[in-house]
């Protein structure tokens, strides 16, 4: 398993914006899906977004479409993966995590993804 660790939380007010990035490694041979995800206090974690390195392909949660926008940055020295939040609202307010899962992986399926960071706390407040 490869060690993931995310960056770039922080606290906001409702409205304003956040970049979260994750120093990733891309296979040029796995076309793996890597994503990120969130947990509030109490409540299950779920998808937020996710990318397939394959054919660049994205999805997201309901909740988040429109509002974020997940991209993998790719040169010579090093790949991140990035969540660019615009107009954030008090119920973004979770811990993010990124993770790196198998091709053809879907957020649905959580225990698909083998590769995780420890978080970084997003907290909104309205």
């Known amino acids: 398993q490869v060690q993931l660790m995310e960056s770039g939380g922080g606290s906001v007010q409702a409205g304003g914006s956040l970049r979260l990035s994750c120093p990733v490694y891309?296979?040029?041979?796995?076309?793996?899906?890597m994503g990120w995800f969130r947990q509030a206090p109490g409540s299950r974690r779920e998808g937020v977004a996710i990318?397939?390195?394959?054919?660049?392909?994205?999805?997201?949660g309901d909740s988040v479409k429109g509002r974020f926008t997940i991209s993998l940055s790719q040169d010579d020295a090093k790949n991140t993966l990035y969540l660019q939040m615009n107009n954030l609202q008090p119920e973004d307010t979770a811990t993010y995590y990124c993770?790196?899962?198998?091709?053809?992986?879907?957020?649905?399926?959580?225990?698909?993804?083998?590769?995780w960071g420890q978080g970084t706390q997003v907290t909104v407040s309205s």
């Open positions: 993770a790196i899962g198998p091709p053809g992986s879907t957020m649905n399926y959580l225990s698909d993804f083998r590769s």
């Open positions: 891309i296979s040029p041979y796995r076309k793996d899906t």
């Open positions: 990318i397939y390195t394959g054919d660049g392909r994205t999805v997201y």
